[in-house]
């Protein structure tokens, strides 16, 4: 009875910790040795780049020492390479969405075989810039923001990506401080915080909109209601996860695929 009882009791603490922690999202900068970036009015810029993900600016320095800044209104598209390492990362973060982006899916008789990328710190990443309600959905206002590219088109899987602070209370027993119920990412260990990264995806129409996929599963399949139920089974079959990018790329390269071969 006293094992039972305790166990119970720290289940209740750790419950307690999971539902009473905030989160407050803070600056996200991360930096690249190269970069290609094509500018709204049709110019091109090249050379090592500073993102900073919370603000949507690109930073640029000059050969005089002077910084170029860059705001998403003035850039189309960029591509970056050579991404400084994270140590808040898993080694999945670094996948390469080479394949996903040039629309190939598990089954595609062009990628006839699963594979498992390796950390590449010089894999491509492709950023466009959408106008976006900055997740406000009863607001008609849209400003440009930067978005991720993960999979082809039509409908494109973009994501944001953002550095989340969360904050834990110490106080009880079995609360953070007592059990050492640390950041799951290895930075900020002390009492009462832990930082993480955090991924939210989106899916970008043919005509640009943006749409908040908070759910992904739930709402990708809303999308794709026609195609819904041999999502669910394509999903199942190769065993991909709708929360996990890489995996998601590829379903939603398979959804396109459906509708393509429907509209024939």
């Given at each position: 009875m006293t094992t039972y009882r305790f166990a119970f009791t720290f289940l209740v603490g750790l419950l307690a910790v999971a539902s009473t922690a905030r989160a407050?999202?803070?600056?996200?900068t991360q930096q690249f040795a190269g970069s290609t970036i094509l500018l709204a009015n049709g110019d091109t810029l090249r050379g090592p780049v500073?993102?900073?993900?919370?603000?949507?600016v690109l930073m640029m320095a000059q050969p005089d020492g002077t910084i170029t800044t860059l705001s998403a209104v003035a850039i189309n598209s960029f591509a970056v390479k050579g991404e400084?390492?994270?140590s808040r990362r898993g080694t999945s973060y670094y996948d390469n969405f080479y394949d996903a982006r040039n629309g190939y899916y598990y089954g595609n008789p062009m990628y006839s075989s699963r594979r498992t990328e390796e950390s590449d710190l010089n894999r491509v990443r492709v950023f466009r810039t959408y106008r976006w309600n900055r997740g406000n959905d009863y607001s008609d206002f849209k400003s440009p923001a930067f978005?991720?590219?993960?999979?082809?088109g039509p409908r494109m899987l973009l994501r944001r990506e953002s550095l989340m602070q969360r904050t834990?209370?110490?106080?009880?027993?079995y609360g953070y401080?007592?059990?050492?119920?640390?950041?799951?990412?290895?930075?900020?260990?002390y009492a009462g915080t832990y930082t993480e990264m955090k991924d939210d995806f989106f899916l970008a129409s043919p005509t640009g909109d943006v749409i908040a996929l908070r759910s992904p599963k739930k709402d990708l399949l809303n999308v794709f209601r026609g195609q819904a139920k041999?999502?669910?089974?394509?999903?199942?079959?190769?065993?991909?996860?709708?929360t996990v990018a890489r995996e998601l790329a590829f379903i939603v390269n398979y959804a396109n695929s459906l509708v393509k071969e429907e509209a024939k």
């Open positions: 407050q999202q803070t600056a996200l500073t993102l900073r993900r919370d603000q949507d400084n390492r994270d978005f991720e590219q993960l999979s082809n834990v209370p110490t106080s009880g027993p401080g007592g059990y050492g119920y640390g950041n799951p990412y290895g930075a900020g260990r041999q999502l669910e089974q394509y999903a199942k079959q190769n065993q991909l996860s709708f």
